[in-house]
């Protein structure tokens, strides 16, 4: 069955870089866009960027542009998302969600597991 | 983009209630709503989508309503597993957008 399954949690120092990673199981890697959804402590969803897994095509977040890189690995139906300049209100879980077919607005069916990333001096 | 007002923030209710949540879009986003069930510690699980349609394995306890700006999530009765933060989320504008939750407690 689908499911998808990120890298473990991160502690960074403000102004560094993370990358977390989300390898997708049981469907055609490439059919669908990869959507990144954060949430920090005690909040709720934000919708951060995409890539269509297919063609590579990306769409960001105002709020993220610049900072946010989304990234994707065919052969290992993996997709990356790459944050930099981190501060310390980047402190929060981030989510892979599967989206439709292309980096559209969409709804997420299926999520990972989350990956916590720290940002601390 | 869309902004998305949940109500209440907060609902006390007791198991074998019936639970209503409400999701006020800021313009009209057609059906193209989502809602999302989470739990403490749990990634968002997909309930219902494009306003009225239940996701894989939801139960029949779930309903959803509503078009254009007012939209609503029902829990014909609720189970005591359904205790959790409800979220909804619009996809017909760029970008998608989130509602700020509501949290379904145990009176």
């Known amino acids: 069955q689908v499911h998808l399954v990120q890298s473990g949690a991160e502690v960074k120092k403000p102004g560094a870089s993370v990358k977390v990673s989300c390898k997708a199981f049981?469907?055609?890697?490439?059919?669908?866009?990869m959507h990144w959804v954060r949430q920090a402590p005690g909040q709720g969803l934000e919708w951060m960027g995409c890539?269509?897994?297919?063609?590579?095509?990306?769409k960001y977040s105002q709020k993220f542009q610049g900072r946010l890189t989304n990234t994707r690995d065919t052969s290992a139906s993996t997709a990356y998302m790459e944050l930099s300049s981190l501060r310390s209100d980047d402190t929060a879980v981030y989510y892979c969600?599967?989206?439709?077919?292309?980096?559209?607005?969409?709804?997420?069916?299926?999520w990972g597991q989350g990956a916590l990333v720290t940002v601390s001096s | 983009e869309v902004v998305l007002t949940q109500s209440p923030a907060t609902l006390s209710l007791s198991p074998g209630e019936r639970a209503a949540l409400s999701c006020r879009a800021s313009?009209?986003?057609?059906?193209?709503l989502a809602w999302y069930q989470q739990k403490p510690g749990q990634a968002p699980r997909l309930l219902m989508y494009?306003?009225?349609y239940r996701a894989t394995g939801i139960p029949a306890r779930f309903g959803g309503s509503g078009s254009g700006t007012d939209f609503t999530l029902t829990i014909s009765s609720l189970e005591p597993e359904d205790f959790a933060v409800y979220y909804c989320?619009?996809?017909?504008?760029?970008?998608?957008?989130f509602g700020g939750g509501t949290k379904v407690e145990i009176k």
């Open positions: 969600a599967r989206g439709g077919d292309g980096c559209v607005s969409y709804h997420f069916d299926y």
């Open positions: 049981g469907y055609t890697f490439t059919a669908y866009a």
């Open positions: 890539i269509d897994a297919g063609n590579g095509n990306t």
């Open positions: 313009q009209s986003v057609s059906s193209y």
């Open positions: 494009d306003a009225s």
């Open positions: 989320q619009q996809r017909n504008n760029w970008p998608p957008t």
